[in-house]
């Protein structure tokens, strides 16, 4: 099933201070600042969104109350190199502020990209490095940019640089990344787009073997697979209404940003035992805020590799537009992404968000054999996801929610593995394929998540099963209990995960308490997670450090956003958490923001070339004392007497 119409008119006017951006009002941001700065074709604009209202205005907001609609700027001035943020209120068609922000980087650009690869295609001397390699069909060369990061080399100080990989394909539509040109290094000016250095490491052999993995070039295909089709006949459980989502008792909205993509708020579920009617609330707001890829590989052509593919790129600007039947099956409801290209100018992502329902096997059961009665219920889950081609990774973005009010996060990492040629020894990584090295890595994400549990004064705790010591209290040695301990300044809550402990960390208001007298509460259950194995002087930690905690607790405060600043890219470093936290603020019953960060290990595998089966990671937030018993009680048996 497609959208209907009705919801994806991109110029019906928004009835929520918190809908996304329109086509029209993205046209109208651009075309303001346009007028009133005089903005020429030199400026590039790398983000143009939504500026979100004061929270305290959102949370009194009633339907039909008046809207200031704004939108916030980055824009970049090619020929100076300056960068500056600008707020339009959309509402009065003017500006509302213009600000230079001195000595930062904005984000890398598709379009920049594009350039950056012709600039460098196009240059003599690179041509000449190439021919030098045996290699005299340039089309079949692919010249990749990355983000220079910040080693603190003098000359790199203030210009916006990109540093090329290249890759030679063995065929026009082949795989590039299993053939890489290592030794081969274009440093690339991208305000100027200029060619400012090859660096010529040495020739490097490149990797023999294709490494195909394209349909056309399969010699054959499984034949043993029968048609498996999902319908729903009576259409689904779910409504929406522009961005906003009614799913049972789930009550939410969605937004999309240039850099992370899909954004959840105003989360809440409507509890049967309260008010009729009236939605709970348990997140204001929640964004993956920022991921890094550190890569371990000392050497000269690799040490570079760290992408923060939020900050130096923007997750929401590389969404894929999907597809029906592929990336999603079943009954599914699409939501597009309006962004713009570098030049302002609007640029629609069509089916960037998917949303759609999933059975989920056993939602609960149990039998009483003496009596000879069975009850069991189906599981169902919504499901909210984007995927991102960052590069050589895919990552897919998907939240689930659960009848029994449990929250799920979850990353799907595919693509590419990111490969060396193998010059020398593979210390760094693992042969996936004849000279060919894929590189060690981490996957770091750091999540926002603005707690709202039952009101906006929240506090956090650090749950830890301890054992009773053996003696009076515990005479036969079988006792353990759980300790919280309240979590009272931002530095006593920057910890790790003790999965020895069965550690985990609560969310609660201290002010609501449930008819057992607890206070009404969500945890956070970590999955898998690692901590980074880069130094802590590296270069890469001062810029990430936000990532050497799993969890971090800040006093809500608008303009904290991004775990590490919010201009990563050819940064320094000490910006975000690490900063914000130094003055060790109060967080206990308050508006508090919680920050998750979780690690996926990448030793990578001979079986993830020469693309990656899909690997997961995430975290759960699960109810804890926010109902009185099993809020899935009510959840209807799938078939009349199927279980009875
Ligand atoms: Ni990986």
Redesign the pocket.
Known sequence: MTTPELFRSPHSQPTHPLEPLTVAEVEAAVAIIRREKNVSNQFRFPCVTLHEPPKAEVLSFQPGDAIDRQAFLILLDNATGNTYEAIVSLTRQQGVSWTHIPNVQPNIMPDELVECEAAVKAHPEFVKAINKRGITDLALVVVDPWAIGNFGFEDEKGIRLSRCLCYLRATPDGNFYARPIDGLVPVVDLNTMQVLRIEDLGVVPIPPEPSEYGEKFASEMRQDIKLLQITQPQGTSFQVDGHHIRWQKWDLRVGFTPREGLVLYQVGYEDQGQEQGKVRPILYRASMAEMV?PYGDPRVQHFRKNAFDLGEHGVGVLANSLTLGCDCVGEIHYFDGVLTNSRGEVSVTENAICLHEEDYGMLWKHTDWRIDAVEVRRSRRLVLSFIATVDN?EYGFFWYFYQDGTIQYEIK?TGI?LCGALSDFPKFGTVVAPELNAIN?Q?FFGMRLDFDIDGVNNSVYEVNSEAEPMGETNPYGNAFFAKSELLETERSAQRIVNPLSARYWKVVNPAVHNRLGQPVGYKIIPGENVLPFAHPDSPILNRARFMTKHLWVTPYEASERYPAGDYPNQHPGGEGLPKWTAADRPIADRDVVVWYVFG?H?I?RPEDHPV?PT?YSGFMLKPVGFFTANPALDVPPSQQGCCS
Do not use: D, E, R, T
């Open positions: 890829v990774y990492l593995l890595h996957h996926h990448h990578p990656m690997a």
